[in-house]
């Protein structure tokens, strides 16, 4: 069992989500980790308005590098949110996780 106090230090900026799951394969020596985000809401990275409207989320799968020697895997749920600013281009956005993740990689 991973201690949260333990995983907030192998994945900093951990304070703004939650471990919803963890499964440690000895044998095959996986981790996998689902997180969550616990913020409420999210910027428009177009126009950097704020908002707090839900579209949906998603599952985003993340492969990282290998810690000691077990590979790690993050499942991330995302959520894509309505940018309400109307000179806006951009109506639905995804939040943006940089303390886990570069978007788009």
Not at 13 to 42: C, N, P, W, Y
Not at 58 to 74: G, M, P
Request: aromatic share 8%.
């Amino acid at each position: 069992m991973i201690v949260p106090s333990l995983l907030s230090h192998l994945l900093p900026g951990l304070t703004h989500f939650h471990l919803d799951e963890q499964v440690i394969d000895s044998e095959a020596k996986r981790l996998k980790l689902t997180l969550s985000s616990t913020e409420m809401a999210a910027s428009c990275p177009v126009c950097h308005h704020i908002s707090h409207s839900v579209h949906s989320h998603y599952q985003r799968t993340v492969q990282d590098l290998n810690w000691a020697d077990y590979s790690v895997t993050l499942f991330l749920c995302v959520r894509k949110f309505f940018c309400h600013n109307r000179a806006c281009q951009r109506r639905i956005f995804c939040e943006r996780l940089p303390e886990l993740t570069a978007a788009w990689s």
